[in-house]
C-alpha cells in the first residue's frame, strides 16, 4: 500500500505547484532564500536612501529660509533711495495702529534725514472701514510728521503685500522710480524685499523697532520658502500675506 501512495503524493505536490505558481518542495525546506525576497530587498534600500535624502534637502531648505528671514529681520538698510514704501497695517477709524504708527514714524525719519524724496503709503481696507490702510498713513504723515503732500503718494487698493508692492510698482515706473526702501516690521522684512524684487523694483529694507516672536519668523519662513518655490504672484493667489 505505501508503494501504491507515493506516486499519487507526488501528482498532488505537482498539482499545488502549479495552482500556486510557486515551486512546492515535499522536504518543507524553509523558503526565507527565495530570491525574489532578495530582489525586494535590493530595490527597497535604494528607495529609502533616496527618500532620506529629499528629507533632508526638504529641511535643509527650511532651516536655509528661516535663517534668511531671522538675518533680515536683524538687518537695517542705511543707505538713499529715491522713495521709501510703507507696507500697510492695521488702522481704526483713520487712526493707525501701533505697527502702522511705528512703520510711518520710520519712513518720515527717512524723509527727514534726506535718505528718500517721497514716501509711499500703501494698503486698502476692510469692506466695513470707513477709510483705508493708506489714507490713514498720508493723513498722519501730513498732519502729525509734517510731511509736504507733494511727497507723498498713495496706493489704496492693495489688500496683501504682494499687490500693494505690484501696484506702487506700476506707478512709480510711470516717474521713473524704481529703487526704493521698504518700511515694515522686521519679520517681515524679508519676504517684502523679495517680493518687491519680483514686482521690478530695486529694494532694501529698513524695518521697525518692534519685537518680534519665533512664531512670526516661523510662518514667514514658510510664506518666503513656498514663495521662492512657485512665485509670489502664485502664492497670493492662495493665501492673503
Do not use: C
Not at 21 to 43: C, F, K, L, N, R
Not at 160 to 166: I, M
Not at 213 to 226: D, K, N, P, V
Request: without cysteine; aromatic residues 6%; proline residues 3%.
Amino acid at each position: 500500500m505505501h508503494g501504491d501512495d507515493e506516486p499519487e503524493q507526488e501528482r498532488v505536490i505537482e498539482w499545488l505547484a502549479v495552482m500556486g505558481d510557486q515551486p512546492v518542495s515535499s522536504t518543507g525546506s524553509d523558503d526565507s532564500d527565495d530570491p525574489i525576497d532578495d530582489d525586494d530587498a535590493e530595490v527597497g534600500t535604494p528607495m529609502k536612501r533616496i527618500a532620506k535624502i529629499a528629507a533632508a534637502l526638504v529641511a535643509f531648505y527650511v532651516v536655509a529660509n528661516f535663517i534668511d528671514v531671522w538675518i533680515a529681520s536683524a538687518s537695517d538698510y542705511d543707505g538713499t533711495a529715491t522713495a521709501a514704501v510703507v507696507l500697510g497695517a492695521a488702522q481704526y477709524n483713520g487712526e493707525p495702529s501701533d505697527a502702522l504708527q511705528g512703520r510711518l514714524d520710520r519712513a518720515a525719519g527717512l524723509y527727514d534725514d534726506d535718505r528718500v524724496e517721497l514716501i509711499v503709503v500703501t494698503g486698502g481696507g476692510q469692506a466695513a472701514d470707513v477709510t483705508t490702510e493708506a489714507k490713514t498713513g498720508y493723513d498722519y504723515l501730513r498732519d502729525t510728521a509734517s510731511i509736504p503732500d507733494e511727497a507723498l503718494r498713495l496706493e489704496v487698493d492693495g489688500t496683501s503685500t504682494y499687490l500693494s508692492l505690484a501696484a506702487a510698482s506700476r506707478f512709480l515706473a510711470r516717474e521713473g522710480i524704481r529703487d526704493v526702501i521698504l518700511v515694515t516690521d522686521p519679520y517681515h522684512a524679508k519676504r517684502s524685499k523679495l517680493i518687491a524684487e519680483e514686482v521690478g523694483l530695486e529694494a532694501n529694507v529698513s524695518p521697525t523697532d518692534s519685537s518680534t516672536s519665533f512664531g512670526r519668523l516661523i510662518q514667514e519662513s514658510g510664506a518666503t520658502a513656498i514663495g521662492r518655490l512657485i512665485s509670489f504672484r502664485r502664492l497670493d493667489a492662495y493665501i492673503d500675506v
